[in-house]
């Protein structure tokens, strides 16, 4: 995360690792912070590395699931 060739800034990076940490999926992450799941993906595999996190998040929502129905 503290890498400096990192195209994703340290503010979002941490708040990535928060919501992949509550279970939100990686797509769902980088949609809300506008930065591209490659990106998203390469942060929160750096913060599994350094035991920020225990479990990557699963890919994406379930397809056809209404949005009140997301579980993390």
Known sequence: ????VSPVAS???EIAVRLADEG????AIARA???SSEDIRDVLHT???QGL????P???WPVGVARDRHIP
């Open 11 to 13: 503010g979002v990076a």
């Open 58 to 60: 699963r890919d994406d």
């Open 24 to 27: 939100i999926p990686v797509r």
């Open 33 to 35: 912070t506008k930065v």
């Open 53 to 56: 996190i225990v479990q990557l």
């Open 1 to 4: 995360m503290n890498s400096p």
């Open 47 to 49: 913060a599994l590395d």
